[in-house]
């Protein structure tokens, strides 16, 4: 098998790119350390089997930002958008107050993320990862999926 990291490198340029562009923002530091904030939001949300079952369909790149830094620990309950607002801030760090600004860009984010996300996740393993979530993230993030 070969590995061929320069394109897995242009693939990830290419994505981000795109990303920073529907994120309206011309860092593309800053789109994905937005990015990795929300997938390992996510990650922490939903089950083991269920984060395994996702990345098995994200391209490479994507699948090293998902598993970037994940340990085996309890899961976090998150019950509500401000929970889940307060875990990707937290695993932002301290550039979480410049890089989402506000709950409200915050949430605009996530969205734009699932809906970029969709090329690589299909619509089966979307209402999967659904299930295992709270109602208010349910509608939010999926609500332009499921017309």
Request: proline share 1%; aromatic share 10%; hydrophobic share 45%.
């Amino acid at each position: 098998m070969s590995l061929n990291f320069n394109q897995y490198a242009a693939d990830a340029n290419s994505f981000m790119k795109e990303y920073a562009e529907k994120l309206n923002i011309e860092d593309k530091e800053k789109a994905g350390r937005i990015l990795s904030a929300i997938l390992h939001g996510l990650r922490e949300v939903i089950s083991t089997e269920e984060s395994l079952q996702l990345i098995a369909q994200l391209p490479m790149f994507l699948k090293a930002v998902y598993v970037n830094g994940w340990s085996s620990h309890k899961k976090q309950r998150v019950k509500c958008m401000i929970e889940f607002i307060d875990l990707i801030n937290r695993f932002d760090g301290v550039t979480a107050i410049n890089d989402f600004e506000s709950d409200k860009k915050t949430i605009q984010y996530i969205k734009i993320t699932f809906l970029v996300l969709r090329k690589y996740i299909s619509h089966g393993e979307l209402k999967d990862i659904r299930t295992e979530l709270p109602i208010e993230l349910k509608s939010l993030i999926f609500e332009e999926f499921l017309i």
